[in-house]
């Protein structure tokens, strides 16, 4: 049964990411790479994480300033957090091509932005007012703007996707007031005690042990750091094997459970696809990445070698996310990848040669085809199954299984 359960949530991850990969995506980074005359911009939304947003996000409008007109966006006025807002200014929630704007109907419209929707925004301020004029010259004008605040003029359309993302060019920034306004930094997190006080006492001990991991993932943390750690029972299930790593394996792997982004849970839930890990970043020429995908409510975790899921959340914050997941994370970096599919060996005489002499062939032998997980064990327990019943929430399981019917229903039909 454990097998059986095994099999259908590795049919149900595939499933799920064929469908997201169907849908293109685009890349603000790349479009305004392609004219240096928005580097400047360019590079700010990269540093206050908004170029990520604006991918993930459909029917959009994005309002960049050639570098000579960025004012005091340039020239380190403003923190990072109050940039972010001021930027989010800039990105209406809404599409505007260039033939929708000059046929505004009574000239005259208001639109939300980013900055609106963040909840940053109290009242009416984050809408941006699009005017536009007799002669046919068209303005923008944050809601809050002082009354002394001359209007941004339109001046080109930059790149449009119909209907999906429109940037165009405006003369200088919005003037928002309250965009403007100081952030507040972030109350200052100490990660080990966020680790400790809910499921995951274990990792945070293994991050404390290993100074340079965890100053690599502190570091990270104010910047966007979503960091799926696995529950205690999950550690204590894996410990045998990463103690038999080396110092560099055994960073990579504390490592690969670190996304340098933050994911909301909103956000995991509703798209699929790889994340790239610290591991990505600090291990020259290896991949460190797995696939994040969804089904109905859960959200599932594959390396190829084992999956997990995402049993709770422990903090969900921009720029910090924290989720409880119910295995130790295996990258296929460092250990075999599992055959999905691949038929069971015949209990007896194993034809599959492992790779080394086991000490004990008793368990090997008697052990479920899933050896990878299996033979390692020292008494011939999965170790990976361990984990599952002492973590896994009985609902998620059920989710799974419910998933799996229907994708078993579909594959049936089709056949
Ligand atoms: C977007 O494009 C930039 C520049 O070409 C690249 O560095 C970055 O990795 C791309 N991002 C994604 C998510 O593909
Ligand atoms: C924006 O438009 C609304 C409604 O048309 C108007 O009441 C408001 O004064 C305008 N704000 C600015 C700053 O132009
Ligand atoms: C973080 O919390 C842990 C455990 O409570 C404590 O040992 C450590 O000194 C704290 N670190 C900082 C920088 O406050
Ligand atoms: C962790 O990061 C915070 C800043 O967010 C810093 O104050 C603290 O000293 C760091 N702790 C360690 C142990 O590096
Ligand atoms: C640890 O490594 C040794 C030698 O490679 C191997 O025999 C043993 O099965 C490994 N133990 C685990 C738990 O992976």
New binding site residues.
Partial sequence: MELLLRRLAVVVAVVALTAATAAEGY?I??IL?DHPEYSQFNKLLTETRLAGDI?RRRTITVLVVANGDMGALSGGHYTLPTLRHILEMHILVDYYGAKKLHQLARGDTASSSMFQESGSAPGTTGYVNITQHRGGRVSFTAEDAADSATPSSFVKSVKEIPYDLAVLQISKPLSSPEAEAPVAPPAPVNLTELLSKKYCKNFAGLLASNADVYSNINATKDNGLTLFCPVDAAVDAFMPKYKNLTAKGKAAILLYHAVPDYYSLQLLKSNSGKVSTLATASVAKKDYSYDVSNDRDSVLLDTKVNSASVTATVKDADPLAVYAISKFLQPKELFKVTEDLAPAPAPEGPKKKTKKKKPSTTSAAAAPSDDSSAADSPDGTPADDVADKAAAAPSVLARWVTAAATVAAALALAA
């Fill in positions: 890349n980074t790349k790479g991918n």
